[in-house]
C-alpha cells in the first residue's frame, strides 16, 4: 500500500486544498493547523472473474482549530473536488474507481482546545498490474 499512499500524498499535496501537511496516520505534536492525516481503514483482497483488485477504505481526517468550521468546510470542499472519481497514477496497479463514500464533521475538545475534525472516507478498487 505504500504506492497508494505515496500517490495520494503527491495529489493532495499538489492541489491547493488550504491544509499545512499530510500525514500518514498520526500527526507530529509541531504539526500546524490546518492539518490532515490519512489511514488505511480496510485493505481486503478481492477478485473478479480473471482479475484481482485490492478493495480499501481510506479516510482523510482534517483538523482545524479555528473558531468556525467555515475552513474545515472549505479545505473539505477542495479535498473532495480533487480526489471524487479520481483515476490515482499508482505504481503497480490500475485505479479502477475512487469514490467518496463518508464524510463526517465533529468538534473535539482537545486539553482545552476546541478542534474540528473533518472525516472523508473513500471507497478505492485497485487492479494489480
Excluded at 71 to 83: G, P, Q, R, W
Amino acid at each position: 500500500m505504500k504506492e497508494l499512499f505515496k500517490a495520494l500524498y503527491t495529489q493532495v499535496k499538489a492541489a491547493n486544498t488550504g491544509i499545512t501537511d499530510l500525514y500518514l496516520s498520526v500527526a507530529p505534536p509541531s504539526a500546524v493547523f490546518p492539518y490532515a492525516i490519512m489511514q488505511l481503514v480496510s485493505d481486503v483482497p478481492d477478485w473478479g472473474f480473471v482479475e484481482r483488485y485490492e478493495n480499501i477504505l481510506l479516510q482523510l481526517n482534517v483538523y482545524s482549530a479555528d473558531s468556525t468550521a467555515e475552513s474545515v468546510c472549505d479545505i473539505f470542499k477542495a479535498i473532495t473536488a480533487e480526489l471524487d472519481f479520481l483515476d490515482l497514477p499508482i505504481d503497480n496497479y490500475d485505479s479502477i474507481s475512487f469514490v467518496r463514500e463518508n464524510g463526517f464533521l465533529n468538534r473535539w475538545n482537545v486539553d482545552g482546545t476546541l478542534i474540528w475534525d473533518y472525516m472523508i472516507q473513500y471507497r478505492i478498487l485497485l487492479q494489480t498490474k
